[in-house]
């Protein structure tokens, strides 16, 4: 496999650590000079158990390199052990294990702490969500609501919220903040969303948020309120909002993002119909569509709708390519029993057949007169610019976006979601499909199943927590230097040392 086009993990570690304390620190086995060490009171010890050798090198190398002095051997003096997936029962056992005592004051740490401190440059307070409780049941009386980790792909999430008062609040925040571009409020709100989404029960109380993670002050805020009054004003007055109800309803149109609505906005538009009418609006092919099929597109489409689908496209690929094969993915592949569209991957045994695949599936679908729109991208994967480092960079993988005429005869008992009183006897839904050669499709399958925040989470967990990158296309240890093999999903969650969560749970 070829090199990214980044420096290799030593080089870029070097620059980084050059500037600030010298080329000394780099070695995980030296002490930084004294006068190095900014924070003299923290001692930290890191633990290797079930840590492993190389990444507690790397670790020790991050802080030693941000002036926090690293202990390598546990005594009297450490301060702070950080412990990263050992259990609080088997840590305690091992620390009374060893020969030497550590002080009654020392701190017991979950790596949460340790990886805050490093992304604040210096040691965070300690909070009782830091702390490995010898036994978690004492740690809460909520069960296992202590342990809820910052990291959605360590949560699982299914359908079932019993906060949904709350998250359906954050929600509509998060949307404002994007609307009016505030990108970090909104990822703050959806990620409070989130946790909560999380849960297994309903909280009653602000002090039953205490030890969760990723609840800023303007998140409790909203949630205190929501305790007393029952609702949140803040909420309302958004809700009621003229400039927010009319970005949502022009957001809500196909090929509409978030700029284009505001320009209409602030051009004085205020329904879909004077857009449509107005003589100096240009609509793109997508808007176009969008315009004419929205009541339909607008409506959500049913799990057997979107099986339904999944027919039509699989006898068609079955017509062109028979040993190709195709997977429900997105929304529905969580449990979802509606979604904005369907989402399928299609691909073929071996890496390179794949191409073109996409661009046949369309003729066919044209030739049996149900193809309403399509919009196909080309293939732009070029592995020597592997991996990518944004978060919500589109996969370079051969897609189309289309627009499918879905007639209610092949809807198992007619259940298509039409307009009550239509007769037309058919619905338009939207399909993306999305066709990955054979090598990456544990990747475009683990990235398209979404959610969309789970997604972010692994990236950002492989990231931070263990020095990798991630995206739709491959997984890259820095440490290494080498992209890691998978084919299957598992076997990501494998390379990332994290518990494998099924499809459902991941609905973050
Ligand atoms: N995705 C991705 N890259 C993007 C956008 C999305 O990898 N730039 C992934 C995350 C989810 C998946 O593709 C499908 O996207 P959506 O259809 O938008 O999400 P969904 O979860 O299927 O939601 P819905 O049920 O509303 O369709
Ligand atoms: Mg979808």
Redo the contacts with the bound molecule.
């Keep these: 496999m070829s090199q990214p086009a980044t420096l290799p993990p030593l080089m870029m570690m070097k620059k980084k650590t050059k500037k600030c304390s010298g080329p000394s620190i780099l070695s995980s086995n030296q002490h930084p000079q004294p006068g190095k060490v900014k924070f003299l009171g923290v001692r930290i010890y890191i633990v290797e158990r079930r840590m492993g050798h190389s990444r507690r090198g790397f670790l020790s190398s991050l802080a030693r390199s941000k002036g926090f002095r690293v202990e390598d051997t546990l005594g009297g003096k450490v301060t702070h052990v950080v412990s990263e997936g050992n259990p609080g029962g088997e840590l305690w056992g091992w620390l009374r294990a060893q020969t030497v005592a550590l002080a009654g004051t020392a701190e017991v740490l979950d790596i949460s702490w340790f990886t805050e401190s490093m992304r604040e440059g210096r040691p965070v307070a300690v909070e009782s969500r830091h702390r490995i409780q010898e036994d978690a049941s004492l740690l809460s009386p909520v069960g296992s609501r202590s342990a809820v980790s910052q990291y959605a792909c360590q949560r699982r999430t299914t359908l079932d919220n019993p906060n949904k008062i709350f998250t359906d609040a954050f929600e509509v925040l998060a949307e404002h903040s994007d609307f009016s571009g505030s990108s970090g409020p909104a990822l703050a709100f959806k990620r409070a969303a989130s946790v909560l989404r999380s849960l297994s029960s309903a909280l009653h109380c602000l002090g039953d948020t205490r030890d969760l993670p990723c609840l800023g002050e303007q998140s409790r805020a909203v949630m205190e309120e929501i305790f007393e009054c029952g609702r949140s004003f803040k909420v309302q007055g958004i809700l009621s909002d003229e400039k927010f109800q009319t970005m949502k309803l022009f957001t809500s149109v196909f090929g509409v993002g978030p700029k284009t609505a505001e320009k209409w906005f602030l051009r004085g538009l205020r329904s879909l119909e004077e857009i449509a009418t107005h003589p100096h609006v240009h609509l793109n092919r997508m808007q176009q569509a969008g315009f004419l099929y929205y009541a339909d597109i607008s409506r959500?489409?049913s799990k057997s709708e979107a099986e339904a689908l999944g027919r039509i496209v699989e006898d068609t690929l079955h017509q062109i390519a028979p040993n190709a094969s195709m997977v429900l993915?997105?929304?529905?592949?969580?449990g979802?029993e509606?979604?904005?569209?369907?989402?399928y991957i299609l691909t073929t045994p071996d890496a390179g057949t794949e191409e073109g695949l996409l661009l046949r599936v369309i003729d066919r679908l044209n030739y049996q007169g149900i193809l309403l729109y399509q919009e196909y991208q080309e293939s732009t994967f070029d592995k020597s610019r592997l991996p990518c480092r944004r978060f919500?960079?589109?996969?370079h993988f051969p897609k189309c976006f289309l627009i499918i005429k879905l007639h209610a005869e092949v809807v198992p008992e007619g259940a298509l979601s039409c307009d009550h009183g239509d007769r037309r006897g058919w619905r338009a839904v939207?399909l993306?499909l999305v066709a990955p050669p054979a090598d990456r499709f544990a990747f475009?399958l683990l990235?398209?199943?979404?959610?969309?925040m789970?997604?972010r989470d692994l990236r950002r967990f492989a990231r931070l927590e263990r020095g990798m990158l991630l995206d739709?296309h491959a997984l890259y240890d820095k440490s290494k230097d080498a992209f890691l093999v998978a084919k299957t999903e598992r076997d990501i969650f494998d390379l990332l040392g994290l518990d494998y969560i099924e499809p459902w749970q991941r609905n973050a």
């Design positions: 959500g489409i993915t997105g929304g529905f592949r969580r979802k509606f979604g904005h569209d369907v989402d919500e960079a589109m996969d939207r993306d475009a990235g398209w199943s979404g959610s969309t789970f997604e739709n």
